[in-house]
Each structure stands twice: as C-alpha cells, then as structure tokens.
C-alpha cells in the first residue's frame, strides 16, 4: 500500500518544517497585494508562518514577512492573521 506524502513547508519565523496544513500562507500577489491566502493555492510570492500567536506577533516585531515579500506589510494584515488564529 502507497503512502501519501505530506508537503511540508518551512516557517519564515522559526525556520523550521511543519505539514502545510498547520502553516498559514501570506501572498504578495503579481499586483502587489497582500493577502492571506488560507488555501494555499493563491498566484505570488507566498512566506508561510506557523499558527501560533507568539509567532505572529515575532514576525510584526523582525519585519521577517517585508524582507522576504519585499513590500511592506500593512497592521490589518497582521491583526487579520491574530483573528484567524484565535478562531
């Protein structure tokens, strides 16, 4: 019998790899948008965070999600993110 192989992603705030579902997606789409992509299949440039809110708030304190998407990143974005988290 196959196993199914689970894509992992690597969080951009710890740098450590976890399966896709347990990740968020943050898109800079090709109009230079930022979105949050909650289903992973959205066109741009992704950076994947870890659903935790320590690490939300440590990617708003580094700036890590401006440097890797290369567009700043508005406040709702992240106050956005918290909200999904804490659903």
């Not at 992992?8 to 450590?16: G, K, P, W």
């Not at 896709?20 to 965070?49: F, S, W």
């Not at 935790?52 to 580094?62: F, G, R, V």
Request: hydrophobic share 35%.
């Amino acid at each position: 019998m196959k196993v199914k192989k689970i894509p992992q992603r690597m969080c951009v705030v710890t740098h450590e790899k976890y399966p896709k579902k347990e990740l968020i997606r943050v898109v800079r789409t090709p109009e230079n948008n930022i979105i949050i992509d909650e289903t992973g299949k959205q066109n741009g440039r992704g950076a994947y965070l870890k659903k935790e809110l320590t690490i939300i708030e440590k990617a708003q304190k580094t700036k890590v999600l401006e440097k890797i998407l290369e567009i700043p990143i508005p406040e709702s974005i992240y106050e956005e993110l918290k909200t999904i988290i804490e659903k």
